[in-house]
């Protein structure tokens, strides 16, 4: 990723049992393009990843989702793995944290069964989206088109299906941000 992200800002919503790579390596790429990227989830201190069978690498919590506001960050990333946003998902304050970031009209950028967190907050409604095949039933009861493609772009929502489509959903997320300079320029 060639892209420099200088001066923007990352929030990373997660909590224990994310997939460690749907983490892990956006975070690097965004790190490495020059974005600051801040943790948050639902305690401080540090959330345990998945790693496809068993646990995987710790990461530290840098803020709680309850005290940000979506005013902080440019973009908005929401890791997959099943018991990650699936905790999430029954969290008042990152229902409404996520809900009110897609509001912002700012890049939200989801990732596997991380769409679970969109349904929650209430925001596929009409929108064109992917993600891990066992949550299409969802999307699709929610009002979204689900499609099996490696990332899709609607509006400001970004979508995946799974670790392999990393480097795409890295890219999209790293567009959407450089798109949004071009516009504040």
Do not use: Y
């Not at 929108?127 to 499609?147: C, F």
């Not at 995946?160 to 959903?169: L, V, Y």
């Amino acid at each position: 990723m060639e892209t420099n992200l200088q001066g923007k800002r990352v929030a990373i919503l997660a909590t224990n049992g994310f997939e460690q790579s749907e983490l892990l390596e956006p975070k690097k790429n965004l790190e490495d393009a020059g974005a600051k990227v801040t943790v948050l989830s639902l305690k401080m201190g540090e959330i345990k990843g998945w790693d496809h069978t068993d646990w995987g690498k710790s990461v530290q919590v840098d803020g709680l989702v309850k005290d940000a506001k979506p005013d902080q960050f440019d973009a908005l990333v929401l890791p997959g793995g099943q018991m990650n946003p699936d905790v999430l998902r029954t969290d008042s304050s990152a229902v409404t944290f996520v809900r009110t970031f897609v509001e912002t009209g700012k890049p939200v950028a989801a990732i596997c069964h991380a769409p679970w967190l969109l349904i929650e907050a209430d925001v596929v409604l009409g929108k064109t989206v992917t993600s891990w095949p066992s949550v299409r039933t969802d999307l699709k009861n929610a009002g979204a088109h689900w499609v099996d493609e490696p990332v899709i772009v609607d509006g400001n929502l970004i979508t995946s299906r799974k670790p392999d489509d990393i480097p795409a959903f890295s890219q999209a997320i790293a567009e959407a941000l450089t798109a949004q300079k071009l516009v504040a320029a």
